[in-house]
């Protein structure tokens, strides 16, 4: 009767620990995307179709608009208003999809300038509010910040109110967006070495930058092919920009595969290296080995390696903009 009570207790267990795995792997992760869209760069039109064709895979619970340049909330609400005309047809392939009115209601005006001083104003952003309000949020999930365009909000928060950096996972794609306000990157960088940070240079460029791009996934011939005609969203990302640059993209791509608490592990989004573990146990970069260096670009093949896989995911995800679930069959 003991052993069959033991075994009886060690089955309940491992019934508990796989279910725990399985909600742990079904979990949402809650994000906010800090996108410059509208600005000097049409392709934060491109990355943001993209998002909202996969957005019941995330709890999105901010769309900041970010300087610099011209781009405002308006243009965040331009897509919207293209998500809202095909929301009909999403809504059938999957309930968790949100409705426009839900994603309305998270859209918030950002910083418009660059930081002027060595540290972010005391007067902070609707945008930098958003974030410290939902870092503060009663949920046990991080909230991931997706950083399109320049880091100025997220600056201005966690210098408003540090204590928020403990929930936060910041993934930030720099180079250019970087030197429009270099300033911001660097009071982060160089007071806040505890922040969770993946900062990719050079690593989103394997998005349209190698990888397989014969037949209809080159860069012109996929959206020709599998976005133009799908849906108003579709018709969005080509009046935009008819070929693929995307290049905020991988962080959207590091969610949707892979085990995001573990950046040196591989991702569709990149896998990443930590350049001073010791000092910066938090922060990741591009991985600067031969092997994964593709255009002279480090860390770009850790991307696209795998550009058949996403780029084929995402088709599948364009044709539910285009009809609804029944007339697909």
């Known amino acids: 009767m003991r052993t069959s009570h033991h075994w009886i207790l060690v089955f309940l267990a491992l019934v508990c620990a796989v279910g725990s795995v399985r909600a742990k792997a079904a979990e949402k992760p809650r994000v906010i995307v800090s996108t410059d869209i509208g600005g000097s760069d049409p392709d934060d039109f491109q990355s943001m179709v993209h998002y909202l064709v996969y957005a019941d895979r995330f709890d999105t619970e901010g769309l900041i608009s970010s300087p610099p340049h011209a781009g405002r909330a308006k243009h965040i609400l331009e897509a919207l208003e293209a998500y809202e005309h095909d929301y009909s047809n999403l809504r059938t392939w999957s309930a968790e999809y949100p409705s426009p009115q839900a994603l309305r209601a998270t859209v918030r005006q950002g910083a418009i300038d660059p930081q002027a001083g060595d540290v972010p104003p005391e007067t902070i952003s609707d945008g930098a509010k958003l974030i410290i309000e939902r870092a503060r949020d009663d949920d046990p999930r991080p909230v991931w910040v997706l950083v399109w365009g320049s880091i100025t909000d997220v600056a201005q928060a966690v210098h408003k109110d540090p204590a928020v950096k403990a929930r936060l996972r910041i993934y930030s794609i720099g180079s250019w967006n970087t030197r429009q306000d270099p300033k911001a990157r660097d009071y982060l960088y160089a007071n806040h070495p505890d922040l969770w940070w993946i900062e990719s240079d050079t690593t989103f460029r394997g998005m349209y930058m190698g990888g397989q791009q014969s037949g209809d996934l080159g860069n012109r011939s996929f ?14 990302f080509m009046a935009k920009k008819a070929d693929i640059k995307m290049g905020d993209t991988p962080s959207v791509l590091y969610l949707l595969h892979g085990n995001p608490d573990r950046p040196e592990t591989e991702h569709w989004g990149g896998a990443f290296v930590r350049p001073d573990p010791q000092d910066r146990p938090n922060y990741w970069h591009d991985d600067p ?10 860390g770009a093949r850790t991307v696209n390696t795998w550009r058949t896989d996403y780029l084929r995911d995402w088709q599948r995800r364009m044709d539910r903009a285009r009809q609804a679930k029944a007339e697909a069959r």
């Open 223 to 236: 959206p020709a092919e599998h976005v133009k005609g799908h849906g108003r969203l579709g018709e969005l």
């Open 289 to 298: 080995s031969d092997e994964n260096r593709d255009h002279d670009r480090n």
